[in-house]
T-cell receptor
Framework: GENVEQHPSTLSVQEGDSAVIKCTYS??????FPWYKQELGKRPQLIIDIRSNVGEKKDQRIAVTLNKTAKHFSLHITETQPEDSAVYFCAASIGGGFQKLVFGTGTRLLVSP | DGGITQSPKYLFRKEGQNVTLSCEQN?????MYWYRQDPGQGLRLIYYSQIVNDFQKGDIAEGYSVSREKKESFPLTVTSAQKNPTAFYLC?????????????FGPGTRLLVL
């Protein structure tokens, strides 16, 4: 079936560095790509999303880029802070009339002070 | 974060027992979803419902059942046919029913087998 691959599975950076997480998807019809942040024991929360009609979207320190031709999209976090430490999930919409989300396996980001 | 609730926070299941996880939302959202989360894995879709009195199987529906008798409620029953039910269960909702919208998650229920 359709799937989403996410890399790396863990990422350790120093405070102030940038972090990049990459995802690839298999369904060429996918057109909605959200990113969720999940802190330990908490619910996932949307941090940014992008639709297939744009190539990049930015919100303060967070940006997402989309390459439809290569079927991959990436999350960029600049000036990382310890509170950015969490698990990040990418997702892609798949299907026809009703598009369900397929999630990547997650990236555990650790930002050290 | 408010508006979608799940109960209980922790649930223990005995061998051969059916258990029901509650999910309620007061956001007036049309669609609701159930996901299962295992350690080191992403969220996997169990069931979803686009409108009241209608629901569809997701990718891992075997051993689970749902109902959608009211717009605000979407309970999940983990039946005895689910042989490996230990996981974190997340309920979510979206304003519309296209599937291409922000999903708002509940706080989750952690199910453990005794």
């Amino acid at each position: 079936g359709e799937n989403v691959e996410q890399h790396p599975s863990t990422l350790s950076v120093q405070e102030g560095d940038s972090a990049v997480i990459k995802c690839t998807y298999s369904d060429s019809a996918s057109n909605y790509f959200p990113w969720y942040k999940q802190e330990l024991g908490k619910r996932p929360q949307l941090i940014i999303d992008i639709r297939s009609n744009v190539g990049e979207k930015k919100d303060q320190r967070i940006a997402v880029t989309l390459n439809k031709t290569a079927k991959h999209f990436s999350l960029h976090i600049t000036e990382t802070q310890p509170e950015d430490s969490a698990v990040y999930f990418c997702a892609a919409s798949i299907g026809g009339g009703f598009q369900k989300l397929v999630f990547g396996t997650g990236t555990r980001l650790l930002v050290s002070p | 974060d408010g508006g979608i609730t799940q109960s209980p926070k922790y649930l223990f299941r005995k061998e051969g027992q059916n258990v029901t996880l509650s999910c309620e939302q007061n956001l007036n959202h049309d669609a609701m979803y159930w996901y299962r989360q295992d350690p080191g894995q992403g969220l996997r879709l169990i069931y979803y419902s686009q409108i009241v009195n209608d629901f569809q199987k997701g990718d891992i529906a075997e051993g689970y059942s749902v109902s959608r008798e009211k717009k605000e409620s979407f309970p999940l029953t983990v039946t005895s046919a689910q042989k490996n039910p230990t996981a974190f269960y997340l309920c979510a909702s979206t304003p519309g029913s296209s599937g291409k919208e922000t999903q708002y998650f509940g706080p989750g229920t952690r199910l453990l087998v005794l």
